[in-house]
């Protein structure tokens, strides 16, 4: 039997990226929040700059709840689900936005009307036939507000490109319009960034710093990054990062209307006779509870949302919460974030240590933003070239075909060669199909008995042709700035466990093929909202955390407007 406990106005399960952000604006308006976090409180003495710790033996990701839920997946209905060692995923207080390379990108106004606006250039039969995609119900317009608003409630770095429609040079020309500058330059380049952008330009191609939730300078309380290189898989023992752990939640906390309960494992979300969430049931230190709420808002990421829902079975949803119409765990996809290319320069390039965000980026082949007409896909990819080498990730460097992988020779061309590679980082449009999906797995449990979340996908030919033509482009780069030789990883295909995963809960006015509306409540129960790119049905070329951050500004916002038709 739970204990119940007294009632919130509104609880959030999870206090990550999303969570975390979602929290400032309730109480900001006054509202009672109670956050719920599987994870607990970590501090800047738990990010010790430590490969082996941190990249290697995978600290903290590799302990808590996401450890004993990793997804199974398989590439499509006829194969055999396998369960991976790992879950990209990390339960703390501010989540994996304590862990991120913290590259904060919105998307492209072509992201949004990706098949209307690929029917008016190209004609509809340039959509794959499979795919389920659809227009956002919002635009880059509806969304910028938010953007900017987490934009400085964070703090990013970056260098804008289009302000109220002034092209800036130091910034992304291909961007949408930007009400304002960022609140901080970007960071700092180095001397390989700046040969990159060099050899960029002879192309004919414009280079540009890109965003981050990194401090260039002093930013409120928190110092400016010191670029020591170890926060890609860590923590940031300084909080130059603009976790929501140093951000947005402490911010919240001081107005005394955020609870934070740690270590809280969410079992279901419940529901009454009406369709109406009332609130959650957690298991914490052994005991269970019962946290009643007038607004539940899910924010526990892509594959835990899905999950979440799927579990969260009544007589009312007998196939899980807001699944009547079973859309939950449609429209899945994730980033092909696979597939770079390495390059061996004739000299050394400096790159020992750095951020993987203090990098340069080409977006002439991205999203729409060149002539597909004589190509037979849409979309593109962000070119990215960076920082960040470390002793034992430079160990394990290709001997591009000039050693072997062992023994005297590969140690002689290790001490000659290491800091004269690099790889490249190349994010892809991706867009859903038909088949690809998130449903509960049949068999694999986790430590409490409840079936852990399969994942059945793979990548198909636009995504595929996708990666072989921004390789091309890659190698391009590449070899205008003085690389002697280069290798193209394999393109791959089953879509495995990421960071970088969109969503099983898609946002869309119709309700017979989406989960929640526009402004992200579910379209079966009107007052249980959804944050997180699980809502998001396309991705760009871009890492999905600052859209999703919007996206959940954008809900609470709806909600604070309308609070009495939603809560009733």
């Given at each position: 039997?739970a204990?119940?406990l ?8 999870g ?8 929290v400032?604006?309730?109480?900001n308006?006054?509202i ?12 800047t ?6 490969e ?38 990390m ?12 590259q904060s ?17 190209y004609?509809?039969?340039r ?19 938010f ?7 964070v ?32 960071l700092?380049?180095?001397?390989f ?14 280079p ?19 670029y020591h ?18 951000t ?19 079992l ?19 005991e ?13 990421h ?20 807001a699944?009547?119409a ?5 429209h899945?996809?994730s ?8 390059a061996?320069?004739p000299?050394?390039l400096n790159?020992w ?18 002539d597909?007409?004589?190509l ?10 960076h920082t ?24 002689a ?18 867009l ?18 409840l ?13 595929l042709?996708i990666?072989?033509?921004t ?5 391009e780069?590449?070899r205008a ?16 466990a ?9 946002m ?13 409540f ?23 955390t ?23």
């Open positions: 039997m204990t119940e007294p009632r919130t106005q509104v609880v959030v399960i206090l990550g990226a999303v969570g975390g952000v979602a400032l604006p309730l109480v308006a006054g009672r929040v109670t956050g719920l976090e599987a994870g607990s409180w970590l501090s003495r738990d990010f010790a700059p430590d082996l710790r941190n990249n290697i033996r995978d600290w903290p990701q590799s302990v808590g709840k996401a450890k004993q839920e990793i997804p199974t997946v398989r590439p499509d209905d006829s194969s055999v689900a396998t369960q991976g060692s790992g879950h990209p995923m339960n703390a207080v501010g989540g994996t936005s304590l862990h991120y390379w913290a990108w919105r998307l492209n106004p072509w992201d949004f009307k990706v098949v209307s606006e690929t029917t008016r250039r004609g509809v039969e959509l794959p036939k499979d795919s389920t995609v659809e227009d956002w119900p919002l635009s880059y317009t509806d969304l910028e507000p953007y900017d608003r987490v934009e400085h409630a703090g990013v770095s970056g260098y804008a490109g289009n302000v109220k429609g002034t092209i800036l040079p130091q910034g992304n020309r291909f961007e949408g319009a930007r009400s304002r500058e960022y609140p901080m330059p970007g700092r380049s180095s001397g960034t700046d040969m990159m952008s060099d050899a960029a330009r002879k192309l004919g191609w414009h540009f710093q890109a965003p981050a939730a990194i401090n260039s300078e002093v930013y409120g309380q928190r110092p400016g990054c010191f290189g170890f926060c890609d898989r860590g923590g940031c023992h300084v909080s130059a990062k603009g976790s929501t752990a140093v947005t939640i402490p911010e919240a906390m001081k107005s005394g209307l955020l609870t934070v309960t740690t270590h809280a494992r969410v279901r979300i419940d529901n009454d006779a009406n369709g109406r969430a009332t609130g959650v049931t957690y298991t914490r230190g052994g269970t509870f019962f946290q009643p709420a007038d607004v539940v808002l899910l924010a526990s892509t594959y835990e949302n899905s999950r979440l829902l799927l579990l969260s079975t009544s007589s009312e949803f007998p196939r899980g919460l699944n009547n079973e859309q939950v765990g449609k899945y996809f980033h092909h974030q696979g597939a770079p290319v390495l061996l320069f000299h050394n790159n240590y750095g951020l993987p965000a203090q990098g340069v980026a080409i977006d002439e082949w991205a999203d729409d933003n060149f597909h007409s004589s037979d896909f849409i979309g593109g990819g962000n070119l990215w070239a960040d080498r470390k002793p034992i990730a430079a160990g394990k460097m290709s001997t591009f075909g000039k050693a072997p992988t062992w023994g005297k020779e590969w140690k061309f290790l001490m000659k060669n290491a800091d004269r590679y690099n790889v490249s980082y190349i994010q892809k449009t991706t859903p199909y038909e088949g690809n999906y998130l449903d509960l797995d049949p068999d694999v449990k986790d430590a409490l008995g079936p852990v979340l399969r994942i059945t996908a793979r990548y198909r030919e636009n995504e042709k990666a072989a033509f390789q091309d482009k890659m190698e780069w590449y700035a003085g690389a002697t030789d280069i290798i193209r990883a394999g393109l791959g295909n089953t879509m495995g990421s960071t970088h995963a969109y969503g099983g809960t898609r869309g006015d119709r309700a017979s093929t989406n989960v929640v509306d526009r402004f992200g579910a379209h079966e129960v009107p007052n249980l909202g959804i944050l997180g790119a699980s809502v998001m049905g396309t991705s760009g070329a871009r890492n999905p600052l859209t999703a951050q919007a996206l959940a500004w954008r809900t609470v916002s709806h909600l604070l407007q309308h609070w009495q038709s939603i809560v009733g």
